[in-house]
């Protein structure tokens, strides 16, 4: 009986359990909210990062001046750019360099998927080693003519048709998320993307239009070699190329990175400010209710129970409170964080991937375990003042 | 004698000022003795529930010892003298005293089970809450009790455990006449038992069933003749 006594207790008074469970709640969804987003923030980053691949992406001066190359390959905004394709010989006689790799970007007018234009991006299957270790997850087999890698967000699924500048493509496969903006494009290799480059040319899309496709590339892909400066390399290129401005893809990440940084700073003070308040809260809360029940537990006293057993009582309430708050924030951040994520992703404008179950798992179990010890440890100061009360003082107080 | 108080006293402080304190209870010596029932009268205020609260092991005197069976129960660790107050000791406090989560047959049955985890009471609980009138209301809660009610319960509670003292302070408080006799006699026959039963009570009609009587007064305890 005196161990359901903590239950009934809780029980007998459902608006105050309720309180203290709701205070006890907001602590674990500040520790598993906060610790989903900013992990979805870095994996998403990460993900950019490996995606990405090289350590220098050569484009036209122009592109690199416009900013189009951020704004394609980071922001996912569809557009185009275009250089001889001898740039990339060139590039690849330069010293230090490792591998090189042409892309091709082309943007859609509409597309049957969806109601916006959509970013082509074709690679060179022979030489490529950004987009294919990627794809490989998803899709093993050579990609035939007129097949196309659909991104995780594109409204289209293996086996159907897209149709770009009037030309049919079979989607292969769909890519598994990446969880930043390259998740809205279409993956193409060089053939394919040629022969899309040709029909855009046939309805007039601009440089195209005066050039042969088979001549044109977007960027170049670069990987330097292990002990070579990637600096130094990249200023050999814009030294030796006219026309040609190589980008350290380091410098294009950073401004994410710095972004993410800020982000993870200001969710971190608000956290660590809401757990802080939380713990205060139920600090103040258990005292208050202990200085409340204070006849109750002289009673108990009366009928023999020892001190110990006293703060017994009063810390199996709070762990049982922190544990009831502590699954159901766990729970409200999850109705609240996971169905949002992609919101949450254009609103910041940050890459955001959310981690694995496991992950997810395991953060749950440490959200629902700090607010199990919070109570206890809040209740700790009230336990020891019931300790020391003064039993008949309160009953003649009466 | 089973219950000894050997000059105890009890002292509070008005404020930090340590010059400034009263005595709520004097310098006092009280024996309680198997198969007696002892009252101890007085107005409120002149220190009767402090002196049973003394002698119940839940208000350390400031002076002197309080000794069961030869032994200074405020020598003892608090779980040691827990323990006995659970066992030996049934107490009836002042004023409402049943935990409002129980109902009133599970505040009968906790001192049983505060120290064990088998056995069944409820046999016992269910007889003593028939001879205190209130077995029709067994299994409600304490906030459905009258005050009379409540007092009857905290009688139950004491006895539940067939304790050697039964300490009961103003136990007829809130109650018809007819609930002071049948608690009385309860206490009375206690006493018959071979247990040492005080009263403390403001009630002069309580005092015919006393074999001892005191009288306390500004913390002063006399012992009234006859």
């Known amino acids: 009986m005196l161990t359901k006594l903590p239950f009934k207790n809780l029980v007998n008074r459902p608006a105050r359990s309720a309180a203290l469970i709701i205070i006890s709640a907001f602590l674990s969804f500040s520790v598993f909210g906060g610790a989903m987003v900013l992990s979805s923030l870095q994996i998403g980053l990460g993900s950019l990062r490996s995606r990405l691949g090289a350590d220098i992406i050569a484009v036209p001066d122009k592109a690199a001046r416009q900013n189009d190359l951020e704004a394609i390959l980071i922001q996912g905004r569809p557009g185009y750019f275009y250089m001889d394709k001898e740039n990339l010989d060139k590039i690849s006689c330069i010293e230090g360099i490792e591998a090189v790799s042409a892309q091709y970007y082309l943007a859609s007018l509409s597309a049957g998927c969806c109601s916006m234009p959509v970013q082509v991006i074709g690679f060179d299957p022979e030489t490529d080693f950004s987009v294919k270790p990627w794809i490989q997850k998803s899709y093993k087999k050579q990609l035939n003519e007129g097949d196309v890698l659909a991104g995780a967000n594109i409204n289209a699924e293996a086996g159907e048709n897209l149709r770009f500048y009037g030309e049919t493509c079979k989607v292969a496969a769909k890519l598994d998320k990446t969880g930043t903006e390259l998740d809205n494009a279409v993956y193409a290799d060089s053939a394919t993307v040629k022969m899309l480059m040709a029909a855009a040319k046939k309805k007039g899309v601009g440089v195209l239009e005066k050039n042969d496709p088979e001549k044109l590339i977007s960027s170049v892909l670069i990987k330097v070699k292990d002990g070579y400066d990637v600096s130094k390399v990249s200023d050999e290129i814009n030294i030796h190329l006219r026309g040609v401005t190589a980008v350290k893809t380091q410098n294009m990440i950073s401004g994410i990175a710095q972004s993410l940084s800020g982000i993870s700073e200001i969710t971190n003070i608000l956290m660590w400010a809401i757990r802080a308040l939380a713990l205060v809260i139920m600090a103040v809360a258990f005292s208050m209710m202990i200085n409340e029940r204070k006849r109750e537990f002289a009673v108990l006293r009366v009928i023999g129970a020892s001190r110990k057993r006293l703060a017994g009582i009063v810390l199996t309430e709070s762990v049982i409170v922190g544990c009831m708050g502590g699954l159901t924030g766990v729970l409200a951040a999850c109705v609240l964080i996971f169905p949002f994520g992609g919101l949450l992703e254009q609103k910041i404008g940050l890459p955001y991937l959310v981690p694995d179950v496991k992950t997810i798992l395991l953060t749950a179990v440490s959200a629902v375990l700090a607010a199990m010890i919070a109570g206890p440890l809040t209740a700790a100061f009230s336990a020891v003042k019931i300790g020391r009360m003064d039993t008949g003082v309160i009953l003649n107080s009466n | ?226």
């Open chain 2, 1 to 226: 004698m089973i219950l000894k108080a050997e000059g105890i006293s009890k002292r509070y402080f008005r404020n930090t000022n340590t010059a400034n304190y009263f005595y709520a209870v004097k310098k006092t010596d009280l024996p309680l003795f198997r198969g007696e029932l002892t009252a101890i009268t007085g107005r409120s205020g002149s220190g009767k529930s402090t002196l049973l609260n003394m002698l119940g092991g839940l208000l350390s005197p400031t002076e002197g010892r309080v000794l069961y069976d030869g032994r200074d129960i405020y020598a003892l660790p608090d779980k040691e003298l827990s323990k006995l107050r659970n066992a030996f000791v049934g107490i009836v406090p002042q004023g409402q005293s049943a935990l409002s989560a129980l109902t009133v047959l599970e505040n009968v049955m906790l001192p049983y089970y505060m120290y064990k985890k088998d056995g069944d009471i409820k046999d016992r609980a269910g007889e003593l809450l028939e001879r205190v009138g209130i077995l029709s209301l067994a299994n409600a809660y304490p906030n459905e009790l009258s005050g009379g009610e409540n007092r009857r319960l905290a009688i139950a509670r004491a006895l539940i455990h067939d304790p050697d003292i039964i300490l009961a302070d103003e136990p007829t408080g809130d109650l018809d006449d007819e609930n002071t006799k049948t608690v009385l006699e309860l206490l009375r026959a206690a006493a018959d038992d071979k247990k040492a039963v005080l009263l403390v009570t403001h009630e002069n009609d309580a005092l015919s069933y006393a074999d001892r009587v005191y009288r306390m007064n500004g913390g002063e305890l006399t012992e009234c003749e006859g």
